[in-house]
Each structure stands twice: as C-alpha cells, then as structure tokens.
C-alpha cells in the first residue's frame, strides 16, 4: 500500500497563499500519477490538479486554473500544491491521491485514483 500524507494547510486571508506537501512512503512513487482533490462541507469531492508520472503534463480544474499550480520530485517521493490568490470558495479538505498507474484514462477523474492520503484543511477567510 502506498501511504500518503498531506501537509501544510492551515488559515490564510483571502488573496494569500499556501503550499500543500504529500510525501509518499515508497521508492516507487515514481510509477504513479498523482493528484490533489478537495471537499468542502456538505460538498462532493472535486477534482483540482494532476500530474503525470514524470511531471511532463500537468491538469487543473477550471476553477483553480492559473492560481495553483502542481509539482512533483519523484527523487523526493513528494509532490506539491502551490495555492496562489487564494479565495473563500477554496475553503476545503485537501486531499493528495495516487493513480492506478503512470498513464490514467482521466487524470481529474476521482475513479482513476487508487491510494488517498488523510486530507488537511485549509481555510481561507474572507
């Protein structure tokens, strides 16, 4: 089982920023896509941004699109979440997950992802 823990959320006014971090616990992280999906409450889980095995292609929800950005360093078995202008609508439980494989069928799909971390929140005040 790959073990994912998210990082790195917590309170930030509206228009500021946070970077999210989930490690991985295997060396074969790098056979994974990976993504970062949110939930508000009383909302269904979203997609927000993916990545690729090697990073090469990047994916992002329209709503995120041009504020956050995903990386990834598969040597550090570590892929992040830049959140930059951040808005009280990206108030939410932050979730990092890995796919089933190197190459999914709809990197932004909730299905196509196998393994989830524990979530961390974030807040964004108005």
């Known amino acids: 089982q790959v073990q994912l823990v998210e990082s790195g959320g917590g309170l930030v006014q509206a228009g500021g920023s946070l970077r999210l971090s989930c490690a991985a616990s295997?060396?074969?992280?790098?056979?994974?896509?990976m993504g970062w999906f949110r939930q508000a409450p009383g909302k269904e889980r979203k997609s927000v941004a993916a990545i690729s095995w090697n990073g090469g292609s990047t994916y992002y929800a329209d709503s995120v699109k041009g504020r956050f950005t995903i990386s990834r360093d598969n040597a550090k078995r570590t892929v992040w979440l830049q959140m930059n202008s951040l808005k009280p609508e990206d108030t939410a439980d932050y979730y990092c997950?890995?796919?089933?494989?190197?190459?999914?069928?709809?990197?932004?799909?909730?299905?196509?992802?196998?393994?989830w971390g524990q979530g961390t929140q974030v807040t964004v005040s108005s």
């Open positions: 997950a890995a796919g089933s494989g190197p190459i999914l069928s709809d990197y932004l799909h909730e299905g196509e992802y196998k393994y």
């Open positions: 295997e060396r074969t992280f790098s056979t994974y896509a």
